[in-house]
């Protein structure tokens, strides 16, 4: 039997989609960049990166794929948001009235939460995947935080004040650092798993 590799897909508009695409060939599968609605066709997940979310909003929207997007995330893609791309999942965007973003996932984020790019920092914390709890040296880089989640949402991870840093409610996962500029694997391998479970519709 020929064992087929899947493919994931990332984000390619702008932001750091080549760091998420270099940690994904440590993997068994298949990068695609994405940059429009017809290289979303045979993926089995989706790394939106951080960056800038205002700008990846608006080239969303300029490539007309972005309801594409919402659609095959509802309907089970598993997604993977880091930073910029955690605030385009999220449903309340604190000081905006309508989440020009995506708007999926049951979290209430800040962004810029920390100050400017002169405020970034790194700790190492610890995540709880799959019942394990595994080491992982974290970057927040004009980080957003996640301030609330609904009750269907997982909590995987908390920084040392106790804010959460990672969060998954069913098909989509978030973290406000970048684990694609470490060489950790963990998060990575994480969501690779959610991937390999995922069963695309004929
Ligand atoms: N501050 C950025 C924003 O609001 C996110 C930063 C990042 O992705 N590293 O979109």
Do not use: W
Request: charge should be positive; include cysteine.
């Amino acid at each position: 039997m020929v064992d087929e590799k899947i493919t994931i897909g990332v984000l390619a508009l702008q932001g750091a989609f080549f760091e998420h695409a270099q940690m994904l060939k440590h993997f068994n599968v298949e990068v695609r960049e994405i940059r429009q609605k017809k290289d979303l066709k045979g993926i089995f997940g989706l790394i939106i990166p951080g960056g800038e979310s205002t700008t990846m909003s608006i080239l969303m929207k300029k490539q007309s794929f972005r309801d594409e997007l919402i659609k095959i995330i509802k309907n089970g893609l598993p997604v993977f948001g880091t930073c910029a791309g955690a605030i385009l999942l999220s449903k309340k965007i604190k000081g905006n009235k309508s989440s020009e973003g995506l708007s999926l996932m049951n979290i209430e984020i800040e962004r810029n939460a920390y100050g400017g790019q002169l405020d970034s920092f790194e700790e190492d914390v610890v995540l709880n995947l799959n019942d394990e709890k595994k080491r992982f040296h974290a970057i927040f880089i004009r980080a957003p935080k996640i301030i609330d989640v609904s009750e269907n949402v997982d909590v995987l991870s908390r920084n040392s004040r106790n804010e959460i840093i990672m969060a998954r409610e069913k098909n989509m996962l978030v973290a406000t650092f970048h684990p694609e500029l470490t060489s950790g694997l963990a998060v990575h391998e994480y969501f690779i798993q959610m991937c390999g479970r995922f069963t695309q519709k004929p």
